[in-house]
């Protein structure tokens, strides 16, 4: 069974950065997809960032492109989501998420993600 915690949250001002780390235990996370989700309070979960097993491909929502990068380090089992020019609207409980199979067509889905954290708060004040 695979188990991911986040850590990394906090808060931070409007154009400042954070970065999100995503351990995972009890397996090795180099065989799964990875991404990264966020949902705000009375919203949705929202695709952020999704890395596929061999790092050949990212995948970026609209709202983080160009300011947000993904990453995976298989040696140390960890996955990040590094946040640059953070907005208020950034402000979102952050999850890491794993599954095992990959579509091109459905990386953005939450629904096709095996595995979860518990997620990671992030506040990003004006």
């Known amino acids: 069974q695979l188990q991911l915690g986040e850590s990394g949250g906090g808060l931070v001002q409007a154009g400042g950065s954070l970065r999100l780390s995503c351990a995972a235990s009890g397996r090795s996370v180099g065989i799964y997809h990875m991404a990264w989700f966020r949902q705000a309070p009375g919203k949705e979960r929202d695709f952020v960032a999704a890395?596929?097993?061999?790092?050949?491909?990212?995948y970026y929502s609209d709202s983080v492109k160009g300011r947000f990068t993904i990453s995976r380090d298989d040696a140390k089992n960890t996955v990040y989501l590094q946040m640059s020019s953070l907005k208020p609207e950034d402000t979102a409980v952050y999850y890491c998420a794993a599954r095992s199979g990959f579509s091109s067509s459905d990386y953005f889905k939450a629904m096709q993600y095996t595995y979860w954290g518990r997620g990671t708060q992030v506040t990003v004040s004006s």
């Open positions: 890395v596929t097993w061999t790092s050949d491909s990212t």
